[in-house]
């Protein structure tokens, strides 16, 4: 190699630098653990876990936790129901361990569950008439909403959870009752009859029967206002204010 072949001070340099990046990029990784033991103890130490059963691997499926994130079936006949139906979106058997608390639990009168949407209150809802109606085949269970279209969906879900549930269109009767708010209640006054007119008279005043019917409100707070609202300011005249008035003070306190 003549003198202007042999390598400069920067290329031995370079060149240096690429044969440390090459034995950096060929060395393999190593990682070691601390036990408190010398690497060869705890290799040694290391124990294979047992061989569970059958039986105990499925009883494991029952803890929450395992929940979250399986779902046990009933039977072949659930499963086949599932495949066959082509509509898993509907299959709801999903709960979180808080909302299988709710449907499973048992409380002495009223319990709230508050939630915004896409929380998973209907979905508690379901369930929870679903195992109220299973369990007590005579029991007369309620289901109500605010609209009818919900309460028809509603009655698609519990039927789509379980087929052999149980469908009355009668109130109180053995079975699942799901209807709107509205229908409800009609079907509350009707069955009451004229013993109505004294609940009537205890929340409105004015005892009658009739009152399954609605009421025009803006034409009524019209003519109660040229009745009897002689004096009162234009704001306090107009039938939204009244409305609300009747709504959140009147009837609350229940005032004649």
């Given at each position: 190699?003549?003198?202007?072949?042999a390598?400069?001070?920067?290329?031995?340099?370079?060149?240096g630098?690429?044969?440390?990046?090459?034995?950096?990029?060929?060395?393999?990784?190593?990682?070691?653990?601390?036990?408190?033991?010398p690497?060869?103890?705890?290799?040694t130490?290391?124990?294979?876990?047992?061989?569970?059963?059958?039986?105990?691997?499925?009883?494991?499926?029952?803890?929450?936790?395992?929940?979250?994130?399986?779902?046990?079936l009933?039977?072949?006949?659930?499963?086949?129901?599932?495949?066959?139906?082509?509509?898993?979106?509907?299959?709801?058997?999903?709960l979180h361990?808080?909302?299988?608390?709710?449907?499973?639990?048992?409380?002495?009168?009223?319990?709230?569950?508050?939630?915004?949407?896409?929380?998973?209150?209907?979905?508690v809802?379901?369930?929870?008439?679903?195992?109220l109606?299973?369990?007590?085949?005579?029991?007369?269970?309620?289901?109500?909403?605010?609209?009818?279209?919900?309460?028809?969906?509603?009655?698609?879900s519990?039927?789509?959870?379980?087929p052999?549930?149980?469908?009355?269109?009668?109130?109180?009767?053995?079975?699942?009752?799901?209807?709107?708010?509205?229908a409800?209640?009609?079907?509350?006054?009707?069955?009451?009859?004229a013993?109505?007119?004294?609940?009537?008279?205890?929340?409105?005043?004015v005892?009658?029967?009739?009152?399954?019917?609605?009421?025009?409100?803006?034409?009524?707070?019209?003519?109660?206002?040229l009745?009897?609202?002689?004096?009162?300011?234009?704001?306090?005249?107009?039938p939204?204010?009244?409305?609300?008035?009747?709504?959140?003070?009147?009837?609350?306190?229940r005032?004649?």
């Open positions: 190699m003549s003198e202007a072949d390598p400069t001070r920067s290329t031995r340099t370079h060149l630098e690429r044969d440390q990046t090459r034995q950096r990029r060929n060395r393999r990784p190593t990682a070691t653990v601390s036990l408190g033991l690497p060869a103890t705890a290799t130490r290391f124990t294979k876990p047992e061989p569970v059963s059958d039986e105990e691997l499925l009883d494991s499926f029952d803890h929450p936790r395992a929940q979250m994130g399986f779902a046990k009933a039977g072949a006949e659930e499963l086949r129901r599932v495949i066959t139906g082509g509509d898993f979106s509907a299959w709801r058997i999903f361990p808080q909302q299988r608390r709710w449907v499973k639990g048992g409380w002495n009168g009223p319990y709230r569950i508050s939630g915004g949407t896409g929380t998973g209150k209907t979905v809802v379901v369930h929870r008439a679903r195992r109606a299973a369990e007590d085949p005579g029991a007369a269970v309620v289901v109500t909403t605010f609209t009818t279209n919900l309460a028809a969906e509603l009655s698609r519990l039927e789509r959870l379980d052999d549930l149980r469908f009355t269109d009668q109130l109180g009767a053995p079975g699942l009752h799901v209807k709107g708010i509205d409800l209640a009609r079907a509350v006054l009707t069955a009451a009859g013993d109505v007119s004294a609940a009537v008279a205890t929340v409105l005043g005892g009658r029967t009739d009152v399954s019917g609605r009421t025009d409100g803006d034409a009524a707070w019209r003519q109660a206002v009745r009897a609202g002689e004096g009162l300011g234009e704001k306090l005249c107009k939204a204010f009244l409305q609300a008035e009747y709504e959140m003070v009147i009837l609350p306190n005032l004649t």
